[in-house]
């Protein structure tokens, strides 16, 4: 089975912090995501890794960054946390076969004080 | 732009009933689509997808059926169990989109009644 591990299940920082958050895939896939997911407004695309040192915005890329250093670890970074970005997290991975699913980890449940 | 929505938002069923849940979607160009489930605090969980030169698929328990016709996908969960309470939602996506785009509907709440 595809294990995405997350590497915090809860966080509280404060505005303006600095805030990492890791994820870890042991399935060699070439594909990562970082998610947020709020309540009505379902999942959405925060940035995309489809190789080492590759990276695309997603849909919602504005207060985040992202590094992919390794093939296994994509990481999230808000460079100053603020209260809008208290959300959920959820990190996938995903084969490059076309008909593929994204395989999810438990997530992260930020909150920005 | 697409679209993926559901018709219920709750659903609530006997225990040991079948369950059924709906998914429509707008996008003619979607071949291929994924239902997964959430339980509550916990990342959203595959459960089983199906391409679009598919009508039916089955696994464990669970029936996907996909009317291409209609646009509408569905999640059959046989004897349904008290485990099977979550939400359920779809994800689709499009051979005309970028690789990694997907879209989500925004989920059916399952529960079961003992």
């Known amino acids: 089975d595809v294990k995405v591990t997350q590497s915090s299940r809860y966080l509280v920082k404060r505005t303006g912090e600095k805030v990492f958050l890791e994820c870890v895939q042991d399935?060699?896939?070439?594909?990562m995501f970082w998610y947020r997911q709020d309540p009505g407004l379902g999942l959405r695309l925060i940035y995309f890794s489809y190789d080492v040192k590759m990276k695309e915005k997603g849909d919602i890329p504005e207060g985040y960054s992202v590094s992919r250093e390794k093939k296994e670890r994509f990481s999230l970074i808000l460079e100053s946390a603020s209260t809008n970005q208290t959300s959920m997290y959820l990190c996938?991975?995903?084969?490059?076969?076309?008909?593929?699913?994204?395989?999810f980890g438990n997530g992260t449940r930020l909150t920005v004080t | 732009g697409e679209s993926v929505g559901l018709h219920l938002p709750t659903l609530s069923v006997q225990e040991g009933d079948n369950s059924i849940i709906n998914c429509a979607y707008s996008?003619?160009?979607?071949?291929?689509f994924i239902w997964y489930k959430q339980e509550s605090g916990k990342g959203p969980q595959f459960i089983i997808d199906?391409?679009?030169?598919?009508d039916k698929r089955q696994g464990q328990r669970v029936t996907v059926l996909l009317n291409k016709t209609v646009k509408h996908l569905s999640l059959q969960i046989a004897a349904t169990q008290p485990g099977d309470s979550a939400v359920y939602f779809c994800?689709?996506?499009?051979?005309?989109?970028?690789?990694?785009?997907?879209?989500f509907g925004s989920g059916t709440k399952l529960n079961v009644k003992p």
């Open positions: 399935m060699d896939h070439e594909n």
């Open positions: 994800a689709e996506h499009s051979r005309g989109d970028n690789f990694n785009k997907f879209y």
């Open positions: 996938a991975s995903r084969s490059f076969s076309y008909n593929s699913p994204l395989h």
């Open positions: 199906i391409r679009s030169n598919m």
């Open positions: 996008n003619s160009a979607s071949d291929y």
